[in-house]
């Protein structure tokens, strides 16, 4: 695909997911405590952010890399089953 | 286009999607064993549960044209009980020999604990033990990629293991090149949220090719998309692919690495079938 075949194809769907985060951003302001924008998923979300401004190809894999668990050895201990879509190194090392 | 979706989790689908599947042009299904969302109580659980999706599964399916396989292990999330995972794991070889039943899978790791290690350890061996292909589950979000990486470590450790044989499912931006690199066949799971959409999966078989690779809806209890398959298909048309590429994805490349399990037939009435053969 060209380009302008991509831009036309897609800039739409990435308008309005860059509004969805902008909007989730401005209701966690309207929430009733801080809990929300001190959310450690917050900050990381916001720190992987910075990579839209990139002029490198890969920021899909870097962003990836910015939320993933950067140990390398197994847990011993298990303390939840879930998974949060950032990793909270306090919970890991 | 007709297709297989190689990892589908049809014990928690309707019969209306099982429809609507087969009006898409699905004509495989692959079921991997799964957590049920809940803990089991005890090992004679996973026998019923063994049953249910090698048997009522497949007459399901049968009854709107589609094929059905399974997979059978206790999944990396209760197989964090070592005791549980254990007992299960010996319940598993008198299944293996059921005609649709081809391999061991979904295993791999969760929360990537050493219990979880230790218990996919056992299913490789066990998988080694019987001569079977092995489906693997890879963790979700932020465990994913040390999760990857721990797997592959463990199957390259173990000289048994051909990678030619072992399908390493859900991999994503940051992990399918370790996945293809060790010569591993590499699963794209289409998730509307949490894994690979559609695009962002085209945009990986534009970036890495379409050998040793595979996509699923691994369609399953919770926020997923039955339908994942022929949106992916949809999805690389809008691009202009060529219907070659697109089919080799969606039922070639399923039909090359499931043809190493003999039990495994090509769904009758396709047109290419008789050209499909051998593993890339």
Redesign the interface.
Known sequence: MSGSDIVDRYFLEARSRLLDIAAFLDRLDRSSDSAGPEDYRVGALLAAARELHSKDFGRAKRIQNLLSDTTTEPIETLTGNGAFGAWRQSENV | MQYIDMHAHMISRTTDDYRAMAMTGCVAITEPAFWAGWDRSTPECFEDYFRQITDFEAARAADVGIRHYAWLCINP?EG?DRTMAKEVIARIPKFLDHPTVLGVGEIGL????????ATFRDHVNLAMEHDQLILIHT????????GT??IIDALLADSRVDPRRVLIDHT???TIEMVLDAGFWAGLTLYPV?KATP??AA?LVEQFGPQRMVVSSACDWGDSAPMGVPTFVLEMR???HDESLIHRIVFENPTSFLSQCPKFEIPLGQESAGAITGVD
């Open positions: 999330k964090h969760n929360k990537n604990t050493t219990n979880e290690l963790p979700h979000l932020e465990d994913k990629k040390k990486r721990l994503e931006e940051h949490t695009a962002r945009d809008q691009r202009g």
